[in-house]
């Protein structure tokens, strides 16, 4: 078969075990042609594209990023996207196309089947493990081990000085980061999108620590974090090109409310991209490869419109559609009987 592959959305931990997974499968034994596109839907639309080898994915496992590029947007945001797009189809020859990617990717990838009959097979991926239909997602792993490790290092460097650290981890939708590093990590208070906070709580949950005798804090937050109505008042983001909040602040504002109702010194550390970059962990190497060896059957097996998903430790099949206009929220008891029995 000719099989094409492209990587969506945010670059991930695992992608590139992934792609090695699916040519060593594909090429070697299944004998198959594998192209990978460049940049996501652009390298398809435009046919730009690389045939993949052994040689090709040789010392992938443990890269981060993603040797093909990745980018946000779909065919649908240009006119002649799904004219183009067919005619890739059939300049090329393809017999399928894998789509690796987000709840965005995979949502794209759901609609040019239902509507075009396209055949796709999906693969979820994203650090912030909010893909619908999966129990988990490769990168995740790897980015609360950073941020684990992160918050490790911020509690001696607090205590040294008796300050508040405001840790800002990923997590737009979902907190599905700042909640396992937050409990990996001992953090005084840990904020989620999915649980509107009170800042004013959040102060007493740090000083009713201080009291206790320790005079240092780590308070972990997603940057999607939300206030609770009329408890703070946050300036009014700007959207991206995609009409999304630009994020990325939050920790910025939490952290001046907790000194001022506190009196104790506060300072602010955004981890950003280095959650996304470096290498996987060996759960997200061995996750990522079995997705990539999965996806293959999935194609040989004509699966089209579903996606390889992980299911209490079994690789499964869900439809691609379970992601459309869907998130993938926090267990709430992990956060109402476990995380907050450590707050303070």
């Known amino acids: 078969m000719r099989i094409g592959v492209l990587t969506g959305g945010g670059d991930c931990p695992g992608l590139n075990a992934v792609i090695r997974a699916i040519v060593r499968k594909a090429v070697d034994v299944k004998g198959d042609t594998v192209l990978g596109f460049y940049d996501a839907w652009d390298g398809v639309l435009e046919q730009r594209y690389i045939e993949l080898s052994t040689e090709t994915v040789r010392g992938l496992l443990p890269r981060g990023g993603t040797i093909l590029g990745t980018r946000r947007g779909s065919p649908f945001d240009t006119p002649?996207?799904?004219?183009?797009?067919?005619?890739?189809?059939?300049?090329?020859k393809l017999e399928a196309l894998i789509v690796i990617g987000g709840n965005g990717s995979l949502t794209v990838a759901s609609m040019l089947y239902e509507q075009l009959g396209l055949p796709i097979i999906g693969v979820p991926k994203t650090i912030d493990n909010d893909v619908v239909g999966t129990d988990a997602t490769f990168g995740f792993q790897t980015a609360v081990q950073i941020a684990t490790d992160a918050i490790d290092r911020l509690h001696t460097t607090a205590e040294s000085h008796d300050r508040v650290m405001v840790v800002e981890v990923m997590g737009r939708d979902a907190g599905w980061i700042a909640l396992h590093a937050g409990i990996a990590g001992g953090a005084t208070a840990i904020l989620v999108p999915e649980v509107p906070f009170d800042i004013d709580e959040v102060s007493q949950v740090v000083r009713r620590r201080h009291d206790r005798g320790r005079y240092a804090s780590v308070v972990v937050v997603a940057e999607g974090a939300r206030p609770k109505d009329g408890t703070l008042v946050l300036p009014e983001r700007k959207l991206d090109r995609y009409r999304h909040e630009q994020l990325g602040d939050i920790a910025h504002f939490i952290a001046p409310e907790i000194?001022?109702?506190?009196?104790?010194?506060?300072?602010?550390?955004?981890?950003?991209?280095i959650q996304r970059g470096g290498t996987p962990t060996a759960y997200d190497r061995v996750l990522s490869t079995r997705f990539g060896l999965s996806v293959v059957d999935a194609v040989h097996e004509k699966a089209f419109g579903e996606m390889v998903v992980l299911k209490c430790g079994a690789i499964e099949r869900v439809k691609m559609s379970v992601t459309q206009g869907c998130t993938r929220m926090i267990d709430p008891a992990l956060f109402a009987d476990v995380a907050a029995t450590f707050f303070g």
Not at 80 to 89: H, S, V
């Open 259 to 273: 000194s001022a109702r506190t009196g104790y010194e506060s300072r602010v550390v955004q981890l950003g991209h």
């Open 80 to 92: 002649d996207g799904i004219t183009r797009l067919k005619k890739t189809f059939s300049d090329l």
